[in-house]
Structures are given as structure tokens and as C-alpha cells.
């Protein structure tokens, strides 16, 4: 199966919106399981890998949300479709290192997904545009459940369910979502926003999650407890933080539009400027440019100009991504070129920003 | 008589043009002389300044050359018109903390120029566009002529004309060229090119003489010596120098486009991109990345925009020009921002750079 022609264009993916969409990109909650009786992938033998898997696979594949899925052991997908399923996160950055012995499952329309020996035997997730953490946990529960019935699953009932690392024990359970916070960082608030929630243990990490960069002023919040809560509660107490930071990251676009709107005004000029000029441009500046042109638009000042479009170019800025869109390996820095020579195609009917 | 009314529009200014236009913006000479009998300005009491700048003044104004002048007394002008005067290279940055006792008389179109109790009595230059050494050192010459007959210079057989400041003993002639490169610069060339040129016994420094910076790219080649070399000699070796510059920066420039083409018009799409739409804007940052712009014009990057318009741009960026522009006093963040409102405005009708 041809993974592009499986996957939902790009245009169409940009256009996904949920509840507080301006500010929340997505919505996800993850769940690890492990199978009795199987060492963990990280300690057993290919052998044993395989065995656990053969088992797993079919029970994924068979699941009514899989209907139309595409399901593929790691050994055959290549380097870039690795990657396209990272930037896309279907599959963890670890996962994209492994090979036979490892496979990923996802459906049509990318909302369920679930790796197979990753760290855990099982990690399977939902994925929902904007805020929307109970309707995730509500899903990726369901295909639990019907799991739960066809798998032997390692559980303890002092603990709870058993995974790999100690930091997921118990519910086993990540929610998460991607928040989009340009205002915070503008206004120099975002430190103290996430020292705060740091201290609710709650994390605050980067695009791609653990120890990854905020690229694009893009953040994931996520709990870091697993034990002694239950889901409902995790899930709960993650949605209001995550209400308390929306109210907060609107705050600081009022005041900033309010009070420093030159300033917004010149950081997003700037932004379009570049991206719509440069003949060269990295993943990096590209992303982070992006998120301000983003604002932009939430602002107002670039009229007609659907938010779709940063959402869009955001997407294919990713190095597999526009590695795709070239009939021919690249070079990083030819990958500059083909980016800035995209962006600025793209940008071609759009005007600089303007106050209303 | 209003100091705005008598200059030059920069308009016309801008449009101004001679040999070599492309990379040398204009030529200078400056004489230097003292009157025997009288301290040097910097020892002298104001007493003694004044009664030597009232047997001066006259002589400079009746010159055939100042027949239509400006004439003040350094305490006639407000420290926005000395700032004026500087950016228009009509005095040097000390004279405009000159007060009473000093003065300048220019001629209508700013061609002569002369300095009344600088560090000498007198300082003459000639200015003119373009590569243009001989005629300024003729045109000067011209008017030591005339003024020699008048006062009775302080001139030593064995030494020549003294001079408050050793450096400047004998000729008294400093010769200098404004040249434009930022084909040296983008090539990393320039300090091997200042290095060589240093070698030659000759000075670079920057846009404002001695101690600046070479904003916008922009280098003052001149002569460091003033003693055992007579005047003809001193031009003629600097025009061969600079016409050695200019032929490094135009192979700078040739092979940096056949080379590197989409890393130059990554800068000068970049720059283009900031200048048309930033809302603040620094007076450095706006003439380095207008230096970029010119580059663009000169290679056609950007069909029909005349290369006056960025001349003219350059002139408007620099702080007391901008002032000027505006009813009241600025703050420099204010200046910064009625910059980037004047660039915004006078691009509007300028497309992106384009590979002919």
C-alpha cells in the first residue's frame, strides 16, 4: 500500500478545526500495554518480538476503528516514510529506529493509531483536531476494551497496568494536547506559564514531544502521573489546565494588540516578509515564522486569507514532507531552497499584514 | 535663511550620478589651512576663534564659488540642522559640537564646503558623484588659490602648510572616495581587500569618517599621508586604488551570481522582504539592508525600479533626515517607526526580486 496515496492530504488535514482551534492544534491521549508472559520489546530477543507480535497485530488490525487501516512492520517502510509518519505523529521518533519485529497500525483518516513493540508492546492513541481530551479518551477506550478482550494483558492490581518505564505505570495513560502559543512567547510570559504548570506535574514539551524543541511556538502539555489517579481525573485536570492556558494566551494577544501593537505588527510584518522573499529558508525559521504569520491571521491583519493556508505550509515546511513533494533525494540545503522556493509560490497572491 | 529651503531635495540628490556611479557614491578633497599668527581653534581663547573666524568668514563668502551660499555661525544652528549637515557629509561630526567662534558657508548644490575653526581654521572640500578624484582636487585647488591671495596662510618651507594635528602637515590634502561594496562583503572578501589597501599606506573607514562603522556597506578609502608626496601624486594614486577596487567588487559581484546566485538573492529577497514590511526599523539595520536592495537593482533583480529610489531611501533612513519629516521631536523608537512606515509606503509599488 502506497503510504501518501493512504494518508490525508495535506490541504485537507490543514483544514481540520475542533473546539478552540485557534489555540489548541490537537488533542491525544495515548495508553501503553504490555502483554503477560512477553518480556518487553526492549529486553526480548527478536524471536520473542516477533512472537508478540504475530499475536498483537492481527487483534490491532482486526479492531472495527482499523476497518480501513494501513498496517505496515517497520522493516518495510523506508527511511523518509518514517519519517512522514513522525511529522505527522502517527509514530514516535524511537519507533521510526526500529525495524523488523515492530509494525504500526493507524486508520484511515489518522485517528486511531497504535505502534506495536515500541517501548511497550502495545502504544495506541487518538488523535482530534482542537481541544477535545474526552472524546480522545473516550475512543482510544473503546479500542482498549475490545483489545483487552483478545490479549492477555500484564496488569497488576496493587499497580495497575505494567510498562517498560516506571513513569508510566498504573493507568499507563498520556494525555496530551498541542497548543499553539505565539502570544505567551511575544509577551514573555511563557516561562512563568510553564513553570506553573510544571508545578501542577503537568510537562510542557516541544513539537515532538520529550526533549524536542517549541518550533513554531508550538507546545505540548501533558500529564506526568500515571499512578494513583484514575483516567477520568487525569483527563479532567489536564482540560482545565488547558483552559486556564487558553484564557491566558488570549490575554496576552489582547494585550499585546492592545498595547504593543506596533511591535506585534513589526514581529509579523517581518515574519511574511521573509517567508514571502527568502530564496533559502530552514525547517526551523520556517516554522517559527509560520506560527507568527499564524497570529496573523488570527489577528486579522491579513484579511481573506484562510488560516488553512499557515496551517497548510506549517505541514509541508517539515523536511520528510517537502522531501516528498521532490522526485529526487535532497540535500538539506537544496531542501532550503525547494522550501523557500514553495513558500514563496504559495505567498504570491497574499498582501502584507495591514491593522483593520 | 532656512537650512531645509537651501539644500538640495533628496530626491534630486539621489538622482545624482557620476563616473563609476554603480560603486563609488561620490568623491572628496578637503584642504586643510592655518592662519600664521593665530592659535590653532583648540588652543585658542574664543576671543582670539572670533577674531580670526571674522577675518575668514568674509574671504569664504565672497569666493566666486559660494557666490549663491549657505553661511552660518555653528550657534546660529540647532543641533537637528548640525545633525543634517553631517548626514549630508557637509561637516565632520566634531564641528557640529562646535558653537560661537565657528562656522560653515556651502555653495548652493553642496559642491564646496567649507569648515570655519574645525580642528583648523579652515577646512575646504570639494564634493562630487561618482568617481571623480581630479576634478575635486582641481575645483579645490581653485579655491585655495583665491583664498591664499586674501590670508596669510601659517606655511613652513620645510614642512609645508602646518596643521593643528601632525597627520595632516604638508599637503594637507585628504583625498577620500565613498565606493558602495557589498559584493566584497557578501564574497568575505572585504578584509583581505581592507588589509591590501591598508598596505598602500590608504585608510577604510566607515560612512562617517574615522572611528564609524561602514553602515550600509559603505567605505571611505583615503590617503594617510600627507608629507613628501605633492597633491597630483596623492589623487593619482588614490584613483588607481579605487579604480582596483571597483574592479574586485565587480568581479565580487560577477561571480557571486554565476556562483551563488540563490544564496545572493536569498539576502537581497530577505532584505527586500523586511525593508517592504517591518513596522520598526533601526537606522542601521535599514541601511545595511538597503545596501542589499541597491545590490538588487544593480544586477536587475528588480526590473524598473530606478536606483535613485533606493539612494533616495538611504538618504531618508539616516536619524536627522528622518526627524526632519516629522513635526515634533522623536524618540528613537518613534523615528524607527515612522522609518518603517516611509520604507513600507515607498515599496508598495516594488515587486520581490526576480532571476531575469
Excluded at 515492530?102 to 513493540?117: H, L
Excluded at 482540560?239 to 494585550?255: D, F, G, L, P
Aim: proline share 4%; aromatic share 6%.
Amino acid at each position: 500500500m502506497n503510504l501518501m496515496e493512504f494518508l490525508t492530504p495535506l490541504t485537507e488535514v490543514a483544514k481540520r478545526s475542533g473546539p478552540e482551534g485557534t489555540i489548541v492544534i490537537s488533542s491525544r491521549v495515548r495508553l501503553a500495554r504490555n502483554l503477560k508472559g512477553f518480556a518487553f520489546p526492549g529486553w526480548a530477543s527478536k524471536h520473542d518480538r516477533i512472537k508478540a507480535l504475530e499475536l498483537m497485530r492481527p487483534a490491532v488490525e482486526n479492531l472495527p476503528q482499523m476497518k480501513e487501516s494501513f498496517s505496515a512492520g517497520m522493516e518495510e517502510l523506508d527511511n523518509l516514510d518514517k519519517q512522514i509518519l513522525v511529522e505527522r505523529h502517527l509514530i514516535s521518533r524511537e519507533h521510526a529506529s526500529k525495524s523488523a519485529g515492530s509494525a504500526v497500525v493507524f486508520s484511515k483518516g489518522e485517528i486511531y493509531s497504535v505502534m506495536i513493540n515500541e517501548e511497550d508492546h502495545l502504544r495506541m492513541q487518538v488523535i482530534l483536531p482542537g481541544l477535545q481530551l474526552e472524546e480522545c479518551w473516550e475512543k482510544i477506550d473503546e479500542v482498549d476494551t475490545i483489545l483487552e478482550k483478545q490479549l492477555d494483558y500484564a496488569f497488576s492490581p496493587k499497580y495497575g497496568y505494567l510498562t517498560a518505564c516506571p513513569t508510566n505505570l498504573g493507568t499507563a495513560i498520556r494525555v496530551s494536547a498541542m497548543v499553539h502559543l505565539p502570544g505567551l512567547v511575544l509577551a514573555e510570559q511563557i516561562n512563568q506559564v510553564i513553570q506553573a504548570v510544571n508545578k501542577l506535574g503537568l510537562a510542557v514539551r516541544g513539537l515532538f514531544g520529550e526533549g524536542t524543541d517549541a518550533l513554531g511556538n508550538v507546545f505540548q502539555i501533558s500529564n506526568q502521573q500515571t499512578l494513583g489517579e484514575d483516567e477520568n481525573r487525569i483527563v479532567d485536570r489536564l482540560s482545565k489546565v488547558v483552559a486556564q492556558i487558553i484564557e491566558h494566551e488570549n490575554n496576552a494577544r489582547a494585550i499585546l494588540l492592545e498595547k504593543k501593537k506596533k511591535i506585534v505588527l513589526n514581529h509579523i510584518g517581518r515574519a511574511y516578509g521573509i517567508l514571502s522573499n527568502a530564496y533559502s529558508i530552514s525547517s526551523k525559521e520556517a516554522l517559527n515564522l509560520l506560527s507568527l504569520f499564524k497570529l496573523g491571521i488570527d489577528y486579522g491583519f491579513f484579511p481573506d486569507v484562510p488560516r488553512s493556508l499557515a496551517e497548510e505550509l506549517f505541514l509541508i515546511c517539515q523536511p520528510a514532507h517537502l522531501q516528498k513533494m521532490s522526485a529526487n533525494p535532497m540535500e538539506p540545503e537544496e531542501r532550503d531552497i525547494l522550501r523557500a522556493d514553495i513558500l514563496r509560490e504559495r505567498l504570491k497572491g497574499v498582501k502584507g499584514p495591514v491593522l483593520k
